[in-house]
C-alpha cells in the first residue's frame, strides 16, 4: 500500500475528473458501497475458486465474530446494492458508476499493488443486449482516449453461456490430457479448466497455443450476441482484436469478456464483461447486467511513462501577506472575504518577515501579493502587487475585492 502524496495529485484529480464528466455525459449516476463487506459475498460472487478468493483476500474477524473482507472488488458489492435496496423497481436499466480503493492481498511490484483504485460503469437490468456490451466497451475506450494513452489495444472475447461453455470446457479438458502442463493447470483442469488460457508459465505457452477456442464451440445465440457486439463497435469506431485465450480471473462473466492494454506491455489497465448468472448468484431475481473496471494506478504509472502532460489547473491566485500583529489579527477577516467571493487565496500567517512572506507566494505560484502592514491596518488600505512585473498599487480594503478579482480576471 502506498501513499498519494501532493505532487501525485495532478493526475489523481484529473483522474476522478474525468470519471465524473463521462458519467455524466453517458447517463450513468454514482454509486458508492462500504470498504467492507461480509466475506461470503466475494466467496460466492467471485468464486471460491478464483485466485483472488483463494490466495488475494484481506479478512478478518470482527468481535461478533462475523467474517469481513476489505473489497477487493466492486461487482459483486453494487450487485449486493441492487438486490438489497429494490432497484430492479427503477426504470431499467440501471446505470451505475463508481472509484475508490480495493484490497487484494498480492505480491506488491511495478503496477501491482496491495490497496489499488478503479474507476467502472455497470449496466444492470433490462435486456441482455448485445448495445450494451459494446457501449461499455466505448466508454472504457473514450475514457483512456480522454487521458491521452496511446497505442491503446481492446483485446476481446466471448466464454459463451450455460448451454455452450460445459461443452466447450470438455473439449479443453481432452486436450489437455497428457500434455506436460504445469501444476497449477493440472489443478485448474480439475476445478476450474477455462483458467488454463491464463497461464503464464513458460511451459504451457505452446499447449495454449494450440487449444481449441471458445469462439468456435459458441452456440447459435451466443455467436449471434458476439457478432452484434463486433458490428456495434465498428460502427462506433472502436478498434479491437480477438483474443480466445482472454478468459478474464473472475468465475461470474459469461459472453462478451474484455481487456484494455497499451501495446509492448502485457499489463491490463482494465477489463470487464457481461455478467448475467451473477444476480442470482447473490440471491436476487435473475437479471442481465454488464460492465468494467479500469485500475487507476496503472493509467496513472501509463500517464507518467508516456510522457503525458496533464495541464495544471490554471486558476489564478493571491497571496496573503501580513506585517505585525494588528495586520495579522484583520487579516483573516479579509481573507474570508476573498475567499467567499471565489478568489484563491493563500497564506503563511505564522511566518514575521515580509521576505520571507514574498518568498514562500513566488514558491506558491501566486500571481499578487496582498501586502497588509501595520500603515495600512491603521488607513483601512491594501497593497496588491503583481509578481509578474512587481508593480504595485494602494486601494482602500472597501474597494479589494472588486480590484483582486479584476486582476485575477475572476467572473470576466
Ligand atoms: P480486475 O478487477 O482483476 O478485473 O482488474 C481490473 C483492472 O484493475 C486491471 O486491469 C488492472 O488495471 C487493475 N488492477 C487489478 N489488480 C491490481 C493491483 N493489485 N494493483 C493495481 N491495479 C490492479
Known amino acids: 500500500m502506498r501513499d498519494l502524496l501532493p505532487k501525485d495529485q495532478r493526475v489523481w484529480e484529473k483522474l476522478r475528473a474525468v470519471t465524473r464528466e463521462l458519467g455524466e455525459a453517458y447517463g450513468f449516476e454514482r454509486i458508492d458501497t462500504p470498504l467492507v463487506e461480509a466475506s461470503a459475498l466475494f466467496e460466492r460472487g467471485m468464486g471460491e475458486t478464483s485466485d483472488v478468493v483463494e490466495k488475494q483476500m484481506f479478512s478478518l474477524k470482527a468481535k461478533d465474530e462475523s467474517a469481513l473482507t476489505l473489497r477487493p472488488e466492486f461487482t459483486a458489492p453494487v450487485v449486493r446494492a441492487y438486490i438489497q435496496h429494490g432497484m430492479s423497481h427503477l426504470p431499467q436499466p440501471v446505470k451505475v458508476y463508481y472509484i475508490g480503493s480495493l484490497y487484494r492481498h498480492e505480491q506488491p511490484q511495478e503496477g501491482r499493488y ?7 460503469f455497470e449496466i444492470l437490468g433490462g435486456e441482455s443486449d448485445p448495445i450494451y456490451d459494446a457501449q461499455m466497451i466505448m466508454v472504457a475506450y473514450r475514457f483512456l482516449e480522454e487521458m491521452k494513452i496511446q497505442k491503446l489495444s481492446v483485446q476481446l472475447n466471448s466464454i459463451g453461456c450455460k448451454q455452450c ?3 466447450y470446457r470438455k473439449k479443453l479438458v481432452d486436450y ?6 504445469c501444476r497449477t493447470c493440472k489443478r485448474r483442469l480439475l476445478i476450474n479448466p477455462l483458467r488454463v488460457l491464463d497461464c503464464k ?7 495454449k497455443k494450440g487449444a481449441p477456442s471458445m469462439i468456435d464451440s459458441l452456440c447459435v445465440l451466443c455467436r449471434g450476441h458476439f457478432k452484434l457486439v463486433l458490428e456495434y463497435l465498428d460502427e462506433v469506431k472502436v478498434p479491437y482484436i480477438l483474443n480466445a485465450q482472454l478468459v478474464r480471473g473472475l468465475d461470474y462473466y459469461n459472453r462478451t469478456v474484455f481487456e484494455i492494454v497499451t501495446e509492448g506491455s502485457d499489463m491490463a489497465l482494465g477489463g470487464g464483461g457481461r455478467y448475467d448468472y451473477l444476480m442470482e448468484l447473490l440471491g436476487g431475481k435473475s437479471a442481465p447486467a ?3 473496471a479500469l485500475g487507476l494506478d496503472r493509467i496513472a504509472l501509463m500517464i507518467d511513462r508516456q510522457g503525458i502532460a496533464t495541464e495544471e489547473r490554471k486558476a489564478k491566485k493571491a497571496f496573503f501577506v501580513n506585517i505585525g500583529d494588528l495586520a495579522k489579527k484583520k487579516g483573516l477577516g479579509l481573507i474570508e472575504s476573498l475567499r467567499r467571493a471565489g478568489v484563491r487565496v493563500e497564506e503563511s500567517l505564522g511566518k514575521e518577515s515580509l521576505k520571507g512572506q514574498l518568498a514562500t ?7 499578487i501579493a496582498l501586502i497588509f502592514g501595520q500603515m495600512e491596518a491603521f488607513e483601512e488600505s491594501i497593497i496588491i502587487r503583481d509578481l509578474k512585473t512587481g508593480a504595485q498599487e494602494t486601494v482602500l480594503l472597501i474597494k479589494m475585492v472588486d480590484a483582486v478579482k479584476r486582476k485575477l480576471h475572476i467572473n470576466e
Open 114 to 120: 496491495r490497496e489499488f483504485y478503479q474507476n467502472g
Open 165 to 167: 461453455r460445459p461443452l
Open 176 to 181: 489437455y490430457k497428457g500434455k506436460p502442463a
Open 201 to 207: 508459465e513458460k511451459e504451457c505457452e505452446l499447449i
Open 290 to 292: 454488464v460492465g468494467f
Open 361 to 367: 507566494a513566488d514558491k506558491r505560484g501566486a500571481d
